[in-house]
């Protein structure tokens, strides 16, 4: 039987780490979609009043975020961490502190931050629960977290089209493309961390490209292809992007002939416990009755109700 720690290993993380550094060479071309989450994160930002002393850029990339904390946040210290030494290499900059460091495996000491983000990382965690517990316990007392990731919705096209293909040619199908949280368990996962006031938005981004090998190739240079440590070693037969290909463009192409890409983004929000924050009321404490607000009757918990045939 498999250990917990085994069980907990689905992705090769050193191979996340060598395609992120082979990604941040040519980083500009591909990071749209990094550039737009980071948008919906610094957004998120702007509807908190208060301010933040020092905070940290989780799975920083080439700092996009950091570097709008340090500016437009205009918060003094602001750390950003990578997987990828070359990412955290060029996240390093005015006002930013840049160091590698693993998401599963935080450097960084208790209640050190009052903000910490995360843009587009977090799904490549072998362990989420532990990730966002550390990140949790690395908050100081009411500090906030907001984190991107995406969600299991995400290339649902290209899921279907590999699959179907590689059942034609094959006979069988393997993992080709990495799993993904699912929106319905994220706030869980929130809750779970012990985060106060969880909250999990949804946008969902729509990209066409002009074939599958025009996504495969995006996806190669944001750092974000097949990573699960079960993936098949074996060269692909030859046939099976081609017929990936043929499929993706029957059952999806729009009029003018381009094929859509579903980009599914959860954005993450969560508070660490303080004594100041709402909560929920103990039962029986209500000075009001909610039968006397809406002007009815109110029957006790013994009342039979009538059954409908």
């Known amino acids: 039987m498999a250990s917990a720690a085994t069980a907990m290993v689905v992705f090769d993380r050193a191979l996340v780490r ?3 550094d082979r990604a941040c060479a040519s980083w500009e071309a591909h990071d749209f979609l990094f550039r737009h989450a980071a948008d919906l994160l610094v957004d998120r930002l702007d509807d908190v009043t208060r ?8 799975g920083c990339h080439d700092g ?16 950003a961490c990578d997987l990828s030494s070359a990412m955290a290499h060029r996240a390093a900059g005015t006002g930013v502190v840049s160091v590698a460091a693993d998401e599963e ?18 799904h490549w965690t072998n362990d989420l629960p532990g990730a966002l517990l550390q990140a949790r316990l690395a908050l100081k007392p009411d500090g906030l977290f907001v984190a991107t990731m995406l969600g299991g919705d995400t290339l649902v096209e290209l899921r279907r089209a590999v699959m179907e293909a590689e059942l034609a040619v094959t006979g069988g199908a393997s993992p080709r493309l990495s799993p993904l949280t699912d ?18 938005d949804v946008e969902t981004v729509t990209v066409t ?11 190669r240079g944001m750092g974000e292809t097949n990573a699960v440590v079960q993936r098949n070693p074996a060269t692909p037969p030859r046939q099976l992007w081609p017929e990936a290909a043929a499929r993706y463009h029957t059952q999806f192409a729009e009029p003018d002939g381009r094929i859509p890409a579903t980009f599914q983004i959860l954005t993450l929000t969560g508070w660490a416990p303080h004594v100041s924050q709402q909560a929920a009321l103990r039962p029986g404490s209500a000075s009001a009755r ?9 029957h006790s918990a013994g009342d039979k109700a009538g059954r409908r045939p």
Do not use: H, W
């Not at 909610?290 to 109110?298: I, M």
């Open 18 to 20: 060598r395609r992120r």
């Open 51 to 58: 301010s933040f002393a020092c905070a940290l850029d989780l």
């Open 64 to 79: 996009t975020v950091a570097r709008q904390l340090a500016t437009a946040r205009q918060i003094a210290e602001v750390y």
């Open 105 to 122: 495996m935080l450097p960084f000491a208790a209640a050190s931050f009052d903000l910490i983000t995360s843009n587009l990382s977090l």
């Open 183 to 200: 929106i319905r368990d994220a706030g869980a996962l929130l809750q779970r961390a012990g985060f106060a006031l969880p909250v999990v």
């Open 209 to 219: 490209y002009g074939s599958l090998f025009k996504l495969v190739a995006d996806l």
């Open 290 to 298: 909610l039968a006397g607000a809406l002007g009815t009757v109110e």
